[in-house]
Structures are given as C-alpha cells and as structure tokens.
C-alpha cells in the first residue's frame, strides 16, 4: 500500500516563504515522477508542479513559474515544493501526488494514481 504523506504546511505572511515535504512509502520511489497540487476553497484542484523520477526534468505551472521549486530526494523517498514570495492567491490545501510507473512528468490529475492527505497553507496579507 502506498501512502504519501505530506508535512511544512503553516500560516505565513505575504511575501515569505514555505517549504513542503512529502515521503512516499512505496518502493522504488526514482521510477515515479511526483507532482504537487493544490486545492483553493470553492474551487478545483489545479496543477502546480511535477518533477521526473530521476529528479532531471521539471514542470510548472505558468502561475507559479520563478517562485515555486520542486526536486526530490530519492534516497529519503521524498518530494519537496520550495515556495517563495507568497501571495495570498497561494492559500490552498496543498497535496502530492504519484504520477505512473516510468512516466514523465505530467499537469493531468488523472495521471497520479496516488495522493496524501494534503498539508493547509494559509497566506495572510
């Protein structure tokens, strides 16, 4: 059973700056590519960022280009989203997610098969 668990969510003031953890159970975590997204209240779950299995190639979403970072750490089998200069359009839950076996890194929800429990970070203004 593969569970994702994510953690360094928090209350922040604008313009600070947040890191986000994720640790995946399973096994062989560097075949996986990892994404993160978030989830506003009253609206849909969106994209933020997707890192590939050997950490390599990255993917951003055009809002969050140049203040987000996300790598990983295979040997900790862990996924990290740095986010910087936080505004508070960046209030959201915010969740990792496991994209397919050998795939590359992808925006699309239904492409991760698993997901954590979701970390809250809140931005006052």
């Known amino acids: 059973q593969v569970q994702l668990v994510e953690s360094g969510g928090g209350l922040v003031q604008a313009g600070d700056s947040l890191r986000l953890s994720c640790v995946d159970s399973?096994?062989?975590?560097?075949?996986?590519?990892m994404g993160w997204f978030r989830q506003a209240p009253g609206k849909e779950r969106e994209f933020v960022a997707a890192?590939?299995?050997?950490?390599?190639?990255?993917y951003y979403a055009g809002s969050d280009k140049g203040r987000f970072t996300i790598s990983r750490e295979n040997a900790k089998s862990t996924v990290y989203l740095q986010m910087n200069s936080l505004n508070p359009e960046d209030t959201a839950v915010y969740y990792c997610?496991?994209?397919?076996?050998?795939?590359?890194?992808?925006?699309?929800?239904?492409?991760?098969?698993?997901w954590g429990q979701g970390t809250q970070v809140t931005v006052s203004s």
């Open positions: 997610a496991r994209g397919p076996y050998l795939g590359g890194t992808s925006q699309k929800i239904y492409d991760y098969a698993y």
């Open positions: 399973g096994r062989t975590f560097s075949n996986y590519a």
């Open positions: 890192v590939s299995g050997t950490g390599g190639n990255t």
